[in-house]
Structure formats: C-alpha cells, structure tokens
C-alpha cells in the first residue's frame, strides 16, 4: 500500500540534513587543516570559495539535468559525493588533493539540492513539507561541526574517515525510502520562453537580497560577538541559538504559507527581520541574542515559501526553479559579502551590517510586487 503523502516527506529532510550536516565540516575542521597543511588564511579561504562557489552555481544546471533524468539518482549520489568527500579531508595528503575533494563535495551539493525539492511531495500543505526539507538541512549544519569536532578532539583527524559508516547507514536508508517511478515532465520549456519567467526572477531578486544580508550576519557573527567582549562560548552559543531560531522559521513560514498564502508570509517575514536585525545591532547581551534569533527565524520563514511560489509558477521545472532560487540566489548574495568585509574593515563591523540590512527593502517591496496565490 503506497504510504500516505505527509509521511514521504521525511526521507528528503534526513537526505537534506545528511547532505549539509557533512558538508559543515569545512568550516570545523578548517584550523586544523591550516595546520596540518601548512597554508595561508588567503589558500584555506579558497578552498571555502571552491566548494560554495560549485555548490550554489552549479545548482542551476544540475537541476534541469534532475528535470530531464529524474531527480533520485541526483538525490542519492550528491550526498555521497558530500559525505565521502568530507570524510577523506581527514586524510588528505596535500592542498591539491583538499582542493579536489572540495570540487566533489561542491558537486555532490549542487546536485542533491534541486533534486530534493523536486522530491517534496505533492498535494495540500506544500509549503510545510518544504519547510520540513528546508528545516533538515538547517539542523544539519548546526549539528555537523558539533560532530565532527567531538571526534577530532577525542580521537584526531585521521579518525574523521570512520564518519563514512553512519553516513553509508543513513545512504543506505535513503536508498530504499526515496521516492521512484519518475516520469520526465515532457512539458520541459526553455526558462527564457516561459510566460512566468519575470515573476520566477522576481522572486530570485528577492531572494537574492535576503541572502546577501543572512550570509553577511552569519559568516561575521562570531567575529561581531569576539569585539563585543563576548567569550568564544557565547559566541558558539549564538551560531547555535542562529541555526536553530532559522529551523524554526522553515517549519512556521511554510505552514503559515499554505494557511494564508505565499506572498503573505513572504512580504511579512521579510519585514519582520528588517526591525529584527537593527534592535539585533543595536542592543547588548541576552536581549540583543533573542532579536538574533528573530532575526534568523523571521529570514528563514522565507526560504521554503519562496520555492515552493516559485514551483507553483513552473511545476514542469521543478529542478530548474529550485537551482535557481536555493542555489544562484545564495551564490551570488555569498560573492557580495565580500564587499561587506571590506566596509567593515572602513566603518566598522556593526556598522557594515546596519548598512548591507537595507537590501531588505528592496526584498520585501519584491515578494510585495508578487500575485496573491
């Protein structure tokens, strides 16, 4: 008996929060591979931009390839590429071979992404579905680095491959629970003839924006906490209370979204962050992290709501649109916060950020701008 909608939907968040969750291990084990490789801020930086660079990029192409092939093979192998690529960091031999384990890892998550929302099911409370997908893979991030620096701290770097075995367990579990018997939509069009292509861009403006903002605060987070004379736990405590707050706002945002409609929730979550982020800058301590957590959460609301608006407008390309708003939007909204780091070093940190949190306008004037649905 085929088991009912609601209930498939899980398979794709644990296959999201196994895809991401391995892939948060670069930024963990970045200090020690500094050292054990003997390489500068500006190399291991590069090695950041090498796998984020193919990761959000690729998102796009990899996409109408899950559009045309069907999306669960991609679902499957971009994990694996992910895991074993991170897991082999712990044994690397040199910066080359780092750098072609990232090119890997970077593939396996541009093809895993836009495959996975394909897989969202189907059917009334769309958008709550996606947020549980969403909402996988923002748990997993907060839990890898927890991970995988236990076991650096207990047993060291070269115990990090033994992480391939409960990440072939779940593969394995994934393998059999994945959705199949896909058909290619043979309504495929070209995105630049489709009649919803301004309104799909719209929402990749928008959502490109948010994300220019959401990268900026997190990447300068922990650096924002240090020079307020915070202690490096509180600072961790932030990721976390960040990570979790922005899990929360997937699962409401998209639940609300099939209540009372996506561009409802978009244009009010959007606004929400606006106040969220400035009392964020402009207060200290306890309450300064609870309009963090708002901030994260009320930004995350989005994030589901916006692909599943933009699958709604082009449900023959379901791969395509979400390569194009999970992936190109975070892609390019990452390069631009380049240009926030080198304002801070002009005005400084919390000033950048006050500054860099006006794009959130032209965001919420955007979702504003789009149909009722």
């Known amino acids: ?20 969750g391995y892939g948060a291990f670069l930024s963990a084990l970045m200090p020690v591979l500094i050292e054990r490789l003997g390489i500068s801020l500006t190399l291991a930086g590069l090695l950041t931009s090498v796998r984020s660079g193919l990761a959000s990029f690729g998102q796009w192409p990899l996409g109408l390839a899950a559009d045309r092939f069907g999306p ?10 992910t895991v074993a690529s991170m897991c082999l960091l712990g044994v690397v031999p040199s910066y080359l071979a780092a750098a072609v ?6 593939l396996g998550t541009a093809a895993f992404h836009p495959a996975g929302a394909s897989l969202v099911p189907e059917g009334g409370s769309r958008g709550l579905r996606m947020a549980i997908f969403s909402a ?4 997993g991030v907060a839990l890898g680095p927890i991970l995988v620096t236990q076991v650096v701290s207990r047993f060291g770097l ?8 409960p990440g072939a367990f779940v593969l394995l579990l994934l393998g059999l629970t994945l959705p199949t018997g896909f058909l290619p939509d043979q309504r495929l069009t070209s995105f630049l003839n489709h009649p919803e292509r301004g309104r799909v861009l719209r929402l990749w403006g928008m959502g490109m924006f948010r994300d220019t903002v959401g990268t900026s605060v997190s990447g300068f987070l922990a650096v924002l906490w240090a020079r307020r ?3 490096l736990t509180f600072a961790g405590l932030a990721l976390t209370v960040y990570a979790l707050a922005g899990a929360l706002g997937d699962l409401c945002g998209g639940r609300l979204s099939d209540r009372y409609g996506r561009r409802e929730i978009l244009a009010g979550a959007l606004l929400l962050a606006i106040p969220a982020l400035y009392l964020f800058l402009l207060t200290r301590g306890s309450l300064s992290l609870a309009f963090l957590a708002l901030f994260s959460f009320a930004s995350a609301a989005s994030v589901p709501v916006t692909v599943v608006y933009g699958q709604e407008l082009m449900p023959e390309s379901r791969g395509l649109v979400s390569g194009l708003l999970l992936g190109l939007a975070w892609g390019v909204g990452s390069l631009l916060v380049t240009g926030v780091g080198a304002l801070a070093d002009w ?11 006006l794009a959130l306008l032209p965001a919420a004037f955007l979702a504003l701008s789009l149909p009722r649905r």
């Open 136 to 139: 996988g893979g923002t748990l």
């Open 72 to 81: 669960r093979i991609f679902a499957l192998l971009g994990p694996a590429l």
């Open 101 to 106: 384990l990232l090119i890997f890892a970077g």
């Open 1 to 20: 008996m085929k088991p009912p909608e609601k209930k498939r939907v899980w398979p794709v968040a644990l296959a999201h929060g196994l895809n991401d």
């Open 347 to 357: 005005i400084g940190l919390e000033e950048a950020l006050g500054f860099v949190g």
């Open 158 to 165: 070269s115990a990090v491959p033994f992480l391939l075995i």
């Open 229 to 231: 004379g915070a202690s």
